[in-house]
């Protein structure tokens, strides 16, 4: 089969999603190789495994300021000239020219549950793209059981059109004995708790700087960020300094994926208090690199982590803290989330993650559905 994925500004810098995208195209080529796989991209480059069966081409066009103008403008060319037997659009939408067998990949709705938590434009165009594409994709994907339930309920799909097909951490999130390196390369504490991500108001950073601006400074520990430093109209380190947490935050923005293991392994806690996620790829990251972990008791979270982690009532400060003080405090606590952490990942990989999406892909072109 001849499988079109578009990848609208998904492939640099990849984040959850494009993780999701590299990782099955990754297992695409090894458990495929008769299939073809063509990712169209923006560009300028695209950063995908190296497979002959899988290939890549950037779609130019005038005025492509947004993904409603790329899907609807540039797409329905380049559909045209391939002649795809399935389209795949892991990210929530589909182009109103694609006809044929079509799989979409929902990874939660928070933007129809929150649409306060989403700029305006960018919000009604989830909203609306989405929903036809719910309409109109043969099949829908999801990342956990939570999900499914929120589209089911959401769009009214039944709730034999969705695929739960969970997402998975790669082979290099694993314990480390040696720490050093990454220490000396980024200026590391000696103690800190780690939080990797964005600014996206339900991952709630603001709440995770008041409950560490309570346990921190009696405990000598810091917190590190990994990701964006602002955004949504926050800046964590204005807010630092409003704590009283200047000397005990360190925002290293952006890091190369290669050095993550290093920093959730050498984190003393990792904390991830997001009130709405589909999945949750860092906390997963953290469980299986053993770092002891706590994350909100909310969304798709308490599924995924089971009891590997910590769970703590969601917008609260104060449980956050309590929670935290225990990660720190506690070193039976630590250890046995620490082995815990590694056995629970271990029970997602991207092979299972490709295979099940390929299965998806079969069932979507199968005579009948």
Request: glycine share 8%; proline share 8%; with cysteine.
């Amino acid at each position: 089969m001849r499988v079109v994925l578009p990848a609208w500004r998904l492939l640099s810098p990849r984040g959850g999603v494009g993780k999701n995208l590299w990782y099955l195209l990754r297992e695409f080529a090894l458990q495929a190789p008769d299939d073809e796989f063509i990712v169209l991209h923006d560009g300028p480059q695209a950063d995908l495994p190296q497979a002959p069966n899988l290939s890549a081409a950037q779609l130019r066009a005038p005025l492509l300021e947004n993904n409603l103008t790329w899907n609807e403008c540039a797409l329905p060319w380049a559909l045209r000239r391939y002649r795809p037997d399935l389209v795949h659009n892991i990210s929530y939408t589909l182009p109103c020219a694609v006809r044929g067998p079509s799989v979409v990949t929902v990874h939660d709705v928070s933007y129809a549950r929150h649409p306060e938590w989403f700029p305006a434009k960018a919000g009604a165009y989830l909203r609306w793209g989405t929903a036809q594409a719910a309409r109109r994709a043969r099949l829908i994907i999801t990342d956990s059981e939570f999900s499914a339930g929120e589209i089911a309920q959401v769009y009214h799909v039944p709730r034999e059109r969705i695929e739960v097909v969970p997402l998975a951490t790669d082979a290099i999130f694993a314990p480390r004995s040696d720490l050093t390196g990454v220490r000396r390369r980024y200026g590391l504490p000696a103690r800190y708790v780690l939080y990797v991500g964005g600014i996206h108001t339900r991952r709630r950073l603001p709440l995770l700087l008041r409950a560490c601006a309570q346990v921190l400074p009696t405990r000598d520990a810091h917190l590190v960020v990994v990701g964006p430093s602002s955004g949504d109209g926050f800046d964590a380190r204005a807010e630092a300094d409003r704590l009283g947490l200047a000397e005990r935050v360190t925002l290293l923005g952006f890091v190369p994926e290669e050095d993550l293991p290093g920093l959730y392994g050498a984190a003393a806690a990792f904390a991830w208090p997001a009130v709405y996620e589909g999945f949750g790829l860092p906390p997963l990251e953290a469980l299986a690199c053993g770092t002891p972990t706590v994350v909100a008791n909310a969304g798709s979270l308490p599924e995924v982590v089971g009891d590997a982690a910590l769970l703590a009532e969601p917008d609260n400060a104060d449980a956050l803290a309590d929670a935290l003080a225990r990660l720190l405090d506690d070193r039976d606590l630590a250890a046995r989330l620490a082995a815990a952490g590694p056995e629970r990942a271990a029970r997602y990989s991207w092979a299972e993650t490709a295979r099940r999406t390929l299965a998806v892909y079969r069932r979507c072109l199968a005579a009948g559905v």
